[in-house]
T-cell receptor, first 115, second 114 residues
Framework: SAVISQKPSRDICQRGTSLTIQCQVD?????MFWYRQQPGQSLTLIAT?????????ESGFVIDKFPISRPNLTFSTLTVSNMSPEDSSIYLC????????????FGPGTRLTVL | KQEVTQIPAALSVPEGENLVLNCSFT??????LQWFRQDPGKGLTSLLL?????REQTSGRLNASLDKSSGRSTLYIAASQPGDSATYLC?????????????FGRGTQLTVWP
């Protein structure tokens, strides 16, 4: 299994500001993922972060709005830039443990409210 | 693009009932299908994972089935308990160009009352 922590757990931010969310894993992993869950909606993949390379963004998400860093095999950050109320969501990071289980493990999430 | 639908959106049952949660997906070319439980402030917990070559998986009171040809999966919960109250999400995995990309349904919010 994998233990994942996220900081902050929640935040309330003003329109136009930026917030950086941290994700820490207790073991080295190749792939880390960032998801967004808007109120009443399903989880949507924002981007995939592979250590040592640029993050790969899904359709509808751009690097200028959601810059991602992946400095090593246990850590990643997601920044939500120039926030608007539409960015109010839960942001979750996850890791993929391929092999015997292929299970994907998720962090506890960061609940963001933009006023 | 894969689309995942879950029915019902919400379910409220008395303790002890057996219940079935439904999940359907549009593209049968999945790598695996996972059922997750989501509790407020605790993220997602993986409950069961069914590989595309499998028909079902069981863990305790939970049983998940997979029918790729019809694009359906069900999660069966036996003898429900108040502690089962949570949102249950199903997710189809497409290993295509992105290892481990998951397509999620909106979830079924389950309430089990004593």
């Amino acid at each position: 299994s994998a233990v994942i922590s996220q900081k902050p757990s929640r935040d309330i931010c003003q329109r136009g500001t930026s917030l950086t969310i941290q994700c820490q894993v207790d073991s080295q992993v190749t792939m880390m993922f960032w998801y967004r869950q808007q109120p009443g909606q399903s989880l949507t993949l924002i981007a995939t972060a592979n250590q040592g390379s640029e993050a790969t963004y899904e359709s509808g998400f751009v690097i200028d709005k959601f810059p991602i860093s992946r400095p090593n095999l246990t850590f990643s950050t997601l920044t939500v830039s120039n926030m608007s109320p539409e960015d109010s969501s839960i942001y979750l990071c996850s890791v993929d443990r391929t092999g015997d289980t292929d299970t994907q493990y998720f962090g506890p999430g960061t609940r963001l409210t933009v006023l | 693009k894969q689309e995942v639908t879950q029915i019902p959106a919400a379910l409220s049952v008395p303790e002890g009932e057996n219940l079935v949660l439904n999940c359907s997906f549009t593209d049968s070319a999945i790598y695996n299908l996972q059922w997750f439980r989501q509790d407020p402030g605790k993220g997602l917990t993986s409950l069961l994972l069914i590989q595309s070559s499998q028909r079902e998986q069981t863990s305790g009171r939970l049983n998940a089935s997979l029918d790729k040809s019809s694009g359906r999966s069900t999660l069966y919960i036996a003898a429900s308990q108040p502690g089962d109250s949570a949102t249950y999400l199903c997710a189809a995995s497409d290993r295509g160009s992105t290892l481990g990309r998951l397509y999620f349904g909106r979830g079924t919010q389950l309430t089990v009352w004593p």
